[in-house]
């Protein structure tokens, strides 16, 4: 298909791809004409045209290192990757120990790190490829407790911190590798509850879409377009980027 | 990919005679929108058959929402708008006059309120919803010595993209922008030649991905951000600077 955003013949890997953002993201980038390999924890992915789905837990660090080994050893180098997994705990602010805080950065940073950093320097070897990483609204700006009412859970203060963190590793691996042809950017996604919190939960739904200029929340459709311009030919001057998809909610 | 077409649409193009604008306009009429190109010169050869083409001064009395009606009467259907028109007159500060000043604040940031502001009262009076993209700059974010007025009427852009946003969403009309960096157009060549020796390298330099950008590399970012692949963007504004601010521009 001729259009400057085809996505023909690239290698694409999409970790957290079984998410309810993730299986968008997959769907707009076959349509593109990409080949997906469909990472996400085991039994989770399900098979489609033009994508290989494969069981991985992004947070056991020698699993990781060794799916990187034989996924390029089998497929090559990827020409984009795209990191959606995220880690926290449903708890209070007073009940997270320690343990947990450390065990969500672990999950949100050190893996992703670990991830980037593997893909991107093959990328790099070879001269060219795109990072994209996934940051959220909250990792700008803080969430607003009035919205998490009960029965809704607080959004966790390790979530947030990953994410902040996200941002920044993002620049630093698009200075670390743009000599070398390598992109980074991330997305940042503005309010996404699934379908089940959005059929289950109206009142909570009401609350996130008065924060939003555009007066709604997302859909999940909505998330892969920045996914795919990000990966493909027509944004390759740019990189270090972070591109809020939230409906304006960091704006205001 | 339907995701990324604008077929249907009719956007018109301020200061798309050259440079950054007519490569924004060529993407645009790529991508499968009707399009109205405008400038202060005679129409220029490269504009694709079928394009309409304006000439006037955005500067006089009254002519944004003239130039508005005129799109309107060579395209009914104009819904997207392209705030690009826009120049630099600065001198060192201490030497700069309040003329100058005028000239840059009137172009830059007054021509593309007004410009906005006509075009946002044609959609509401239709009822319909619409998108407009600012071209504000790098410089909107990060300054540049003896760039004072450029400056200051780029950091305006970057708020009034972030301020229309939110007053217009109610209407449906999505806002966002793009913050070139340096990018080799018929304006900037003359400052590149003249600095060719120091200023130039630095920037080259400063450039994570190594080349000054061209005008073509601005035009996928407009196109993705008026197609529905961006439904659930505004306020947003992304760089297209090849990383030079990812670590700041500094000097030599």
Redo the contacts between chains.
């Keep these: 298909m001729s259009t400057p955003f085809s996505l023909q013949n690239r290698d694409i890997w999409v970790i957290g791809a079984a998410g309810y953002l993730g299986q968008e993201v997959v769907k707009l980038l076959t349509a593109l004409g990409a080949s997906v390999l469909c990472a996400d924890l085991p039994g989770k992915a399900q098979p489609a045209p033009n994508t290989t789905p494969a069981g991985l837990d992004a947070a056991d660090i020698p699993a990781l290192e060794k799916f990187i080994t034989d996924q390029i050893a089998a497929r090559g180098v990827p020409h984009g990757l795209v990191v959606m997994t995220y880690a926290g705990t449903a708890k209070k602010f007073d009940e997270l120990t320690a343990a947990d805080f450390d065990h969500a950065n672990h999950g949100n940073l050190t893996a992703t790190f670990t991830l980037a950093r593997a893909i991107g320097n093959a990328m790099a070897e070879r001269g060219s490829g795109s990072l994209v990483l996934f940051s959220s609204m909250y990792g700008t700006v803080s969430p607003d407790p009035h919205i998490y009412e009960a029965p809704m859970t607080p959004n966790p203060v390790e979530y947030g911190v990953g994410k902040a963190g996200i941002q920044q590793l993002t620049r630093y691996l698009a200075v670390h590798y743009g000599k070398s042809g390598v992109r980074c950017n991330a997305i940042s996604p503005g309010p996404f509850p699934n379908p089940s919190v959005q059929h289950d939960e109206p009142a909570f739904i009401d609350r996130l879409a008065k924060k939003v200029p555009l007066g709604r929340v997302g859909q999940s459709p909505e998330i892969a377009g920045a996914v795919a311009f990000l990966l493909g030919d027509t944004s390759t001057f740019i990189t270090g980027q972070n591109l809020a998809v939230d409906g304006g909610w960091t704006i205001w | 990919?339907k995701?990324?077409?604008l077929s249907g649409h009719a956007a018109l193009v301020t200061g798309s005679s050259q440079g950054i604008g007519l490569a924004i306009a060529h993407?645009l009429h790529?991508?499968g929108a009707r399009v109205v190109a405008h400038g202060l010169q005679e129409r220029p050869g490269e504009l694709p058959e079928g394009v309409t083409y304006i000439p006037c001064d955005l500067c006089d009395h009254g002519a944004s929402a003239k130039l508005i009606e005129r799109a309107i009467a060579a395209e009914p259907a104009l819904d997207t708008l392209v705030c690009n028109a826009g120049s630099f007159f600065d001198v060192p500060f201490l030497e700069m006059t309040e003329a100058l000043w005028d000239k840059t604040l009137n172009l830059n940031l007054r021509t593309a309120f007004f410009t906005a502001q006509a075009f946002a009262r044609h959609l509401v009076r239709a009822g319909r919803g619409g998108s407009i993209v600012i071209t504000s700059s790098t410089n909107g974010f990060q300054a540049e010595s003896d760039s004072v007025a450029y400056d200051v009427s780029k950091g305006g852009l970057v708020m009034l993209t972030?301020s229309l946003?939110?007053s217009l969403?109610?209407h449906g009309i999505?806002v966002n922008g793009i913050a070139p960096g340096l990018i080799k157009t018929p304006l900037t060549s003359v400052w590149m030649e003249s600095r060719a020796n120091d200023l130039l390298k630095h920037y080259e330099k400063k450039i994570?991905?190594?080349h000054v950008?061209?005008a073509e590399?601005c035009?996928?970012?407009v196109?993705?951000l008026c197609?529905?692949?961006?439904?659930?963007?505004?306020?947003?504004i992304?760089?297209?600077?090849?990383?030079l601010?990812?670590?700041q521009i500094g000097k030599p």
Excluded: N
């Design positions: 990919m995701a990324f077409s993407g790529e991508a972030k946003a939110v969403a109610p999505r994570l991905l190594g950008g061209k590399d035009a996928g970012a196109t993705f197609s529905p692949a961006a439904s659930y963007i505004t306020g947003e992304i760089v297209i600077d090849g990383g601010t990812t670590s």
